[in-house]
């Protein structure tokens, strides 16, 4: 995959990044975007932190 990337990117200044979603995730994602959902204990962090 590296050796293809490296190939398709040629003189470009791309970066591969991949994240795990399966294929069919990505109709939702590119519609509606990747969120963060904290939950209370991350919230309450942020909370007395922010």
């Not at 050796?3 to 791309?14: N, S, V």
């Not at 795990?20 to 590119?30: D, P, Q, V, Y």
Request: with cysteine; proline share 0%; glycine share 10%.
């Amino acid at each position: 995959m590296n050796a293809r990337f490296e190939k398709t990117r040629g003189e470009r200044d791309l970066l591969y990044a991949f994240h795990g979603s399966r294929l069919e995730n990505f109709h939702s994602i590119i519609h509606n975007g990747l969120h963060c959902h904290l939950n209370k204990a991350s919230g309450l962090i942020h909370h007395n932190h922010g």
